[in-house]
């Protein structure tokens, strides 16, 4: 990161909470809304219709959140949550005037930093990967022309995160037919 580069640290503060995926935010997800990105995220862990209804009517992504961790989490989740989360921030910033309020953080880097210890999508204590602050960066490069959202490398990725999956279900399903692998 160049020095003299702006740095969003959190989304807590009032003129950055709308980054937060816990911020109210009309999304879909396999043809059905959710009021936040947290929401339609964790109802995205489940294949399940009626465990992932329990999320369409919550407003608080806190408590989406936490109803998220009880839910049994569909084979291939690790491979997959990504891309969800990359398609429901695309959703999220394509309207206004959310649009205008990403592309206001101009050239900004976007750090997920929190309290809370997550240092896969954010950062805790100076350390984490902050994926959800690149991924936030990266929508905020598309709206802007500077990225190809079909960038061939992403394609490339959920390719083989769609493979990959589709490889975990079949072995699944042969274990509960008892057919031999190939």
């Known amino acids: 990161m ?4 702006e740095k969003i640290e959190g989304f807590l503060k009032h003129e950055h909470t ?10 879909e997800l ?3 809304r959710y009021h936040t ?3 339609a995220y964790q109802a995205a862990k489940t294949e ?9 009517g919550l407003i608080s992504g806190g408590l989406a959140k936490r109803r998220g961790r009880q839910l049994e989490v569909r084979l291939g989740w690790e491979f997959m949550k990504e891309g969800v989360m990359l398609s429901l921030l695309r959703q999220k910033f ?6 205008s309020k990403l592309l206001a953080t101009g050239d900004a880097y976007i750090e997920e930093t ?3 210890g997550d240092t896969y999508w954010g950062v805790f204590r100076g350390a984490g990967q902050n994926r959800l602050g ?3 960066m990266q929508v905020r490069a598309e709206l802007s022309g500077d990225v190809d959202p079909r960038d061939p490398l992403e394609a490339a990725h959920a390719a083989l995160a769609k493979h990959i999956c589709d490889e975990i279900d079949a072995q699944v399903l042969r274990e509960i037919t008892g057919e031999k692998d190939d």
Do not use: I, K, T, Y
């Open 134 to 136: 690149h991924l936030l």
């Open 2 to 5: 160049h020095r003299n580069m």
């Open 94 to 99: 394509a309207v206004e005037p959310m649009r």
């Open 114 to 116: 929190n309290w809370w």
């Open 30 to 32: 396999d043809g059905d």
């Open 48 to 56: 399940s219709r009626s465990e992932r209804r329990q999320f369409q």
């Open 37 to 39: 990105v947290e929401a």
């Open 18 to 27: 709308f980054l937060s995926n816990f911020a109210p935010s009309v999304v």
